[in-house]
């Protein structure tokens, strides 16, 4: 009876996901991603129920660590970026927040700009669920006031990072979020998960050859560099070429949050001090790598 009030909202909720896609056919300036008033409570109350759904019976996601973030803290997440545009932790990550903190609580996402190029109907939905563009600018803004946010450093390189790298914190080397922790005095809470770049099997990049063949005439499609071009294997499609949406499969997530990294130095100096940044950098990736390795040693 449980399970099928559960589906009964999930329903419900998707329904009303349905109608917000609708709605918003054409272009809202207000929700471009360059401000944080696009953020919509309301919104988020209508889809939690299907984001539940998926967490208790599609993803069946056990989790852990959030004990380490005090209701009063702002704090700066950091993720692997996992499953394709699915992201399926993301989501998941998301509802165990407004399960704690309610969503009233702000908590902001820093997403790709080309997202509102690529997809403006599923971009401005996102932006009243959270997400604002991936710039320094609106990084600022958000901790400015006060509220959390959420980086994935790796972004569309890590999110189609090769199966066989599905247990590496892939970064590249990006060390912009590291600036901005440092920059504003907050500390660094690293998000990690296991499962959930398991519902596709991604077996290489062909970036570099598209790439050329771009560079040759060939125009990217919707006029956006996808930076990445992965061949997968996936639902619907079986095996898939491109950043192609996909259905997950049902794979059980286990996610954690870690204890916050603080660091010795803050302030603008220390924003401005290479090393120092790379030492920072490092010690994020050493830990992330590391809580990781025990998570998956862990669920296996």
């Not at 696009?38 to 004990?67: C, F, K, M, N």
């Not at 996936?234 to 949406?245: E, F, N, Q, R, T």
Request: hydrophobic share 40%.
């Amino acid at each position: 009876m449980e399970n099928l009030l559960s589906l009964s909202n999930a329903l419900r909720a998707l329904g009303s996901l349905s109608q917000q896609l609708w709605q918003q056919t054409h272009p809202n300036p207000h929700l471009n991603g360059w401000s944080l008033q696009g953020r919509d409570p309301e919104v988020l109350r209508q889809i939690l129920p299907l984001i539940g759904w998926a967490y208790h019976h599609y993803y069946r996601v056990s989790t852990d660590g959030w004990e380490h973030i005090p209701a009063d803290q702002t704090v700066m997440f950091v993720g692997s970026h996992n499953g394709g545009l699915a992201a399926p932790d993301m989501h998941m990550m998301l509802y165990d927040w407004c399960c704690r903190f309610g969503t009233e609580k702000p908590l902001y996402g820093l997403m790709h700009p080309s997202a509102w190029q690529a997809s403006p109907v599923g971009a401005q939905l996102a932006t009243q669920m959270g997400a604002v563009r991936a710039h320094p600018r609106m990084g600022l803004a958000a901790l400015s006031q006060k509220a959390s946010i959420v980086v994935y450093p790796g972004g569309a390189q890590d999110v189609f990072r090769p199966y066989a790298l599905r247990h590496k914190i892939c970064f590249y080397n990006r060390k912009g979020f590291i600036k901005l922790a440092l920059k504003k005095g907050v500390p660094i809470v690293p998000m990690i998960s296991a499962g959930a770049h398991s519902n596709l099997i991604v077996l290489g990049d062909l970036y570099p050859q598209v790439q050329q063949l771009h560079q040759w005439g060939m125009p990217w499609p919707m006029g956006v560099d996808p930076e990445v071009f992965p061949v997968y294997l996936g639902l619907p499609w079986g095996i898939a070429v491109g950043p192609l949406p996909h259905i997950p499969l049902p794979i059980k997530i286990h996610t954690r949050i870690c204890k916050p990294i603080e660091f010795q130095r803050y302030g603008a100096d220390a924003s401005k001090d290479k090393r120092y940044v790379e030492e920072c950098y490092q010690q994020v990736i050493t830990c992330m790598q590391a809580e990781l390795d025990a998570l998956v040693k862990s669920t296996s």
